[in-house]
């Protein structure tokens, strides 16, 4: 599972997890938000639904480290979620070559 945090002014300001190429948004305190990613809809529960607190603070733990050092306005910290472990993809300044579309919903 593919999940990116966005950074803003050195502040995490949203998190996009990825089901089936279709883009899911949340909030930094994971509530998930009315934006619709790709103009498809997902209405299914995510990993991250399903994460335990501790679990996602751990994401959030590992995503600030990582970003930690960074001197950015802006860019992506990517996390694979896979049989329960965390993995570091790439950070990312230019999310998909800045043309993602979405709609509030």
Request: proline share 0%.
């Given at each position: 599972i593919n999940i990116r945090l966005h950074y803003l002014n050195y502040k995490l300001k949203l998190i996009i997890v990825y089901v089936n190429n279709i883009k899911i948004f949340y909030d930094k305190n994971k509530n998930r938000?009315?934006?619709?990613?790709?103009?498809?809809?997902?209405?299914?529960?995510?990993?991250?639904?399903?994460?335990?607190?501790?679990?996602?603070?751990?994401?959030?733990?590992?995503?600030?480290?990582?970003?930690?050092d960074l001197d950015l306005d802006?860019?992506?910290?990517?996390i694979y979620y896979i049989n329960n472990k965390f993995y570091g993809g790439e950070i990312t300044l230019s999310p998909d070559s800045g043309n993602a579309k979405f709609n509030y919903i």
């Open positions: 938000l009315n934006i619709q990613g790709d103009m498809k809809e997902y209405n299914g529960k995510t990993v991250l639904d399903n994460m335990s607190n501790d679990k996602f603070k751990e994401l959030i733990s590992i995503s600030n480290k990582l970003a930690s802006f860019f992506t910290v990517d």
